[in-house]
């Protein structure tokens, strides 16, 4: 198991950038591919971002194609997710999550791919 706790959420106005956070410890970092997802009130959990951990291949949900960008630092055991021109459609509560098996891109755009999760952080965009 790796332990993954989210932070950088917060209150911004449409338009303007957070940075999301997430730190791993317990397991080797580079060893996991890394999702954000995220979840509205009343809204499944959906897909945002990930990044493999060996080609570092990433992929991202159409909607935020263009102003959010992943990237991980195994140095530092952290995946981060840069938000840019945030819309209010945007606010949810932010996760990241942790798979260590071999898995396709694609297949890594489901929660159900994923045994480790953060607590989440909130991001909120006002209009």
């Known amino acids: 198991q790796v332990q993954l706790v989210e932070s950088g959420g917060g209150l911004v106005q449409a338009g303007g950038s957070l940075r999301l956070s997430c730190r791993a410890s317990?397991?080797?970092?580079?060893?996991?591919?890394m999702g954000w997802f995220r979840q509205a009130p009343g809204k499944e959990r959906e897909f945002v971002s990930v990044?493999?951990?060996?080609?570092?291949?990433?992929n991202y949900r159409d909607s935020v194609k263009g102003r959010f960008t992943i990237s991980r630092d195994n140095a530092e055991n952290t995946v981060y997710l840069q938000m840019n021109n945030l819309k209010p459609e945007d606010t949810a509560v932010y996760y990241c999550?942790?798979?260590?098996?071999?898995?396709?891109?694609?297949?890594?755009?489901?929660?159900?791919?994923?045994?480790?999760w953060g607590q989440g952080t909130q991001v909120t965009v006002s209009s």
């Open positions: 999550a942790a798979d260590a098996r071999f898995s396709s891109i694609v297949a890594l755009t489901s929660p159900l791919r994923y045994d480790n």
């Open positions: 317990g397991r080797t970092f580079s060893n996991y591919n």
């Open positions: 990044i493999v951990r060996r080609t570092g291949s990433t």
